[in-house]
């Protein structure tokens, strides 16, 4: 198809097709003269994704090229990839005090009760620190009895999703990346739907 | 206390405080002459309360406002009370297209196969069809299989949650928006670690 026939099968406006194309995050189509090109189903289904990352999931055109260049050559460190392509998923996190001995105490603390890895590399890390201080200086602290719960309830969850993840890495990246970013909302809107339904059945409602 | 000590015991600046009071959000302290009052705990924990709302949680003073209006006077219907709270959270979502008999029917699909009430008017309906379209939009939509999965564990999260629920309505609507802001977070954090944890192992890393 011509480049306005991508447009459509897309839903991408020409100009930004051209931007995209210009800033090396899409592919060139295969050149049929000195001005023109034809695209294919990997051009629509390349515009799906950097629709994504630069709508829903929000990233800035440069965040989205940092993922796609992983997406793209992911390397032999398939596990170090994934770990970069999430850290480059929003919320960002400021980096640790340099020299502090111990920056995430109540992450370290965490993962620790959970049996888990603790790497104060993985931005999750620095994530989960702010969240746990948060609810702490709000005078509603994570429990350690809470954080089992929950940590039990995810892993459940994170099971689920790393034993669908495609084999191959660049698949697996993509997969990654969408699942974290494009999931969370979903996550979130169930708990709270879940919330309602629980409490509708204790308060004795909707019966 | 003076003023001066409430600032320092709560650590919002004294001109915050002022503001806080003219604004109705802080009860005024008890008058010890005309232009002095005294300040107790309670003082220290609703403005531990407004600087939750209005920093991790994300809300202007006119939305803490009307969370902070049913803690206060939560009324008989508890259960309408606490949606209407969450309801106030973010992420704001556009009302329903007026007219529309079926406004969110990936959002009601989703929830009758979880066999949940499926109520039109609450925001994380709204939250839930936005969240499955941008993943359907990004060609990775919810299978009916994984929204099972997601259901089940979120399931048993939010029992545990509503499990502790104080039975006192007004801490019951307090503990119920904070619980839902400010541990959302906590669980988006902890799912990407638990992700990483399990992508180690099944990966065959730090073995």
Same mark, same amino acid.
């Given at each position: 198809?011509?480049?306005?026939?991508?447009?459509?099968?897309?839903?991408?406006?020409?100009?930004?097709?051209?931007?995209?194309?210009?800033?090396?995050?899409?592919?060139?189509? *295969? $050149?049929?003269? +000195?001005?023109?090109?034809? #695209? /294919?189903?990997?051009?629509?289904?390349?515009?799906? !994704?950097?629709? %994504? =990352?630069?709508?829903?999931?929000?990233?800035?055109?440069?965040?989205?090229?940092?993922?796609?260049?992983?997406?793209?050559?992911?390397?032999?460190?398939?596990?170090?990839?994934?770990?970069?392509?999430?850290?480059?998923?929003?919320?960002?996190?400021?980096?640790?005090?340099?020299?502090?001995?111990?920056?995430?105490?109540?992450?370290? *603390? $965490?993962?620790? +009760?959970?049996?888990?890895? #603790? /790497?104060?590399?993985?931005?999750?890390?620095?994530? !989960?620190?702010? %969240? =746990?201080?948060?609810?702490?200086?709000?005078?509603?602290?994570?429990?350690?009895?809470?954080?089992?719960?929950?940590?039990?309830?995810?892993?459940?969850?994170?099971?689920?999703?790393?034993?669908?993840?495609?084999?191959?890495?660049?698949?697996?990246?993509?997969?990654?990346?969408?699942?974290?970013?494009?999931?969370?909302?979903?996550?979130? $809107?169930?708990?709270?739907?879940?919330?309602?339904?629980?409490?509708?059945?204790?308060?004795?409602?909707?019966?």
């Amino acid at each position: 198809m011509r480049i306005s026939g991508l447009a459509d099968a897309s839903g991408v406006a020409v100009a930004t097709i051209k931007f995209y194309l210009r800033e090396g995050l899409l592919h060139p189509g *295969a $050149a049929t003269s +000195a001005t023109r090109a034809t #695209y /294919d189903g990997s051009h629509v289904r390349r515009l799906r !994704l950097i629709r %994504a =990352l630069t709508g829903p999931v929000g990233l800035s055109v440069q965040q989205a090229r940092t993922i796609l260049t992983l997406i793209d050559a992911p390397g032999d460190d398939l596990y170090a990839t994934l770990g970069r392509a999430v850290g480059a998923l929003p919320p960002s996190v400021l980096p640790a005090p340099a020299g502090d001995p111990d920056p995430y105490p109540r992450a370290r *603390a $965490a993962l620790q +009760a959970l049996g888990q890895v #603790y /790497d104060p590399r993985f931005p999750a890390v620095a994530q !989960l620190e702010t %969240a =746990l201080a948060s609810a702490e200086d709000a005078g509603l602290p994570i429990s350690g009895e809470r954080l089992l719960a929950y940590g039990r309830s995810l892993r459940e969850l994170a099971e689920y999703d790393v034993e669908r993840m495609p084999p191959e890495p660049r698949a697996a990246v993509e997969y990654t990346v969408l699942g974290t970013a494009l999931y969370e909302p979903v996550i979130l $809107a169930l708990r709270r739907l879940a919330h309602q339904d629980v409490a509708a059945a204790r308060l004795d409602l909707g019966g």
